[in-house]
């Protein structure tokens, strides 16, 4: 069993980092402070269980372009066993093939190929993609192992799929596709402590333009193709990384502010209207609800061909959220970088940098959370636009769009809501979840809530966030209690009718 106070296993923070910080948040880890400040206080000392550290790490992607497109991908490691006893194995959890098309897996260790095996059948639920790598030899105390893994992501089926790829394009988030290596299984092992540094190497063609996480560290010409690292440091989330054959548009940079669109052809007309709006819309974000990388000035629009929509899975407009910026379809490009319904659809993907590239949703609020956060976010938006008016059009609409998904389907409560709902009872989920944060705001106050969120994506940074959570931190800066609240809103079906006669026209009824 292991402690469940440890970090998400793609965070590139350190466990400390979150013990120091979290105090607001005690809730999430009381249970198990006592134990934390132990391991913290005694990892430059005697270790207490088995365990491991990084001493150096490297990750390097290869887009291979041709019929079917391809990243390799390329991860080396110098591991030092550090516990408090000899390791016959290590674990490590590798992308899911249904969401990332992996193919091709190949391990050494000190040089020598190792074939991964999966778990012991007992552990195999608990623990999914997870696979084991022995050891030739035992990995004694102090002693030093050198780990190499590499793998191949393809497009897979899955509509839903963690990766973007085309003949021209691709994009990585910071989850998923990189393999996460794991502690012993002993209940005091953290996981491995990683180094300052991580240097990220990204080779496509030469004619590629590329963002990732860090610090640009130099770009080499490797005959027709092009070689740039970055320096990704502890204190940052992890890489992500997007990169195409993108002509960037001079005229989307106004009075030298950074928001930048990259497309496969160049826009047509002046992008300078559409660029002031989305730039509003960022500056809204990193004043309500904090900044989000010191490395990032600025939102990029950066075209994605084949996107589809994240939620639905269906085809034409969409837009998605990747670490400072939105990638959108070309068939959201084709509505015009000036229309409201394009720039609706990259404002909600802006702020999904906040919440969901930030923090992410535990996979219970995957749907209450992960699209009710960003939605609401976009009537914050409305508002700092258009004022208190922007933001009543805003709950109004939402109203009316429960109203006609609840015709249409019996609701499943909003608390218990999932992602793999059918297509009628989700879109009463994604009507009613930006709804119930403008509750909490009519009854908290807008500063008190904006102010726990900033908090939240604050201090759990890449890490997994429930209700529970948002609750907790809400009633410590808003000084009320919320169970009673919490409990209609996320439990019981229907909107309350106070909220309604809130906000709707005195001339309208509904269910």
Known sequence: MRIAFRTSPNSIRPLESLILSSAGLHSRIAPFAGIAILICSAACTVPLAPGYRISKESREIQFVSGPAPELKIRGQ??????????????????????????????????????????LPVELQYDHPNTLRI????????????????????????????????????????????????????????????????????????????????????????????????????????????????????????????????????????????????????WNVMQTNFGPLDK???????????????????????????????????????????????????????????????????????????????????????????????????RVIEFLHKYDEASAKAVEIRLGVSKLSDSPEQRAISLAKAPLFFIALEDKCGEAPVRSALTRVVSLLRGQEVGYNDIRSAIEQTGGKDLAEFFRIWLYEPGIPKDFRAKYEPANESHP
């Open 295 to 393: 490395n990032i000035r600025g939102p990029y629009v950066v075209e994605s061909p084949e996107l589809r929509n994240h939620v639905t899975g269906e085809a034409g407009p969409a837009a998605a959220a990747f670490p400072g910026g939105a990638l959108v379809s070309s068939a959201a490009l084709a509505l015009g970088i000036d229309s409201e319904d394009f720039l609706d659809r990259v404002a909600h993907a802006i702020a999904h940098n906040w919440f969901g590239e930030q923090i992410y949703p535990a996979p219970f609020a995957a749907l209450g959370l992960g699209e009710g956060l960003p939605e609401y976010a976009t009537i914050v938006i409305d508002e700092a636009r258009k004022g208190e008016a922007g933001r009543r059009r």
């Open 134 to 281: 022995p050891f030739e030899s035992t990995w004694e105390q102090k002693q030093k192992r050198e780990l190499l893994i590499e793998y191949v992501l393809r497009s897979p089926d899955d509509l839903a799929s963690g990766i973007k790829l085309s003949a021209r394009t691709f994009s990585l988030g910071f989850r998923g596709w990189f393999v996460v290596l794991q502690p012993p299984d002993h209940a005091l092992s953290p996981f491995p402590r990683r180094p300052d540094r991580t240097l990220v190497t990204i080779r496509t063609p030469a004619n590629f333009l590329v963002l990732s996480r860090g610090t640009r560290a130099g770009v080499r010409k490797l005959g027709d193709e092009i070689e740039t690292r970055y320096v990704v440091r502890i204190k940052d989330l992890a890489p992500f990384a997007v990169g195409g054959q993108y002509v960037e548009s001079s005229s989307a940079r106004h009075e030298g502010k950074s928001v930048v669109f990259w497309t496969l052809e160049p826009l047509k007309g002046d992008a300078t209207a559409s660029a002031q709006q989305i730039e509003s819309a």
């Open 77 to 118: 490691f110098t591991l030092v066993n550090s516990g408090a006893s000899n390791l016959k194995f290590i674990d490590v959890v590798v992308p899911p093939e249904k969401t990332f098309g992996l193919t091709d897996l190949r391990v050494e260790v000190d040089g020598r190929d190792i074939k991964p095996v999966p």
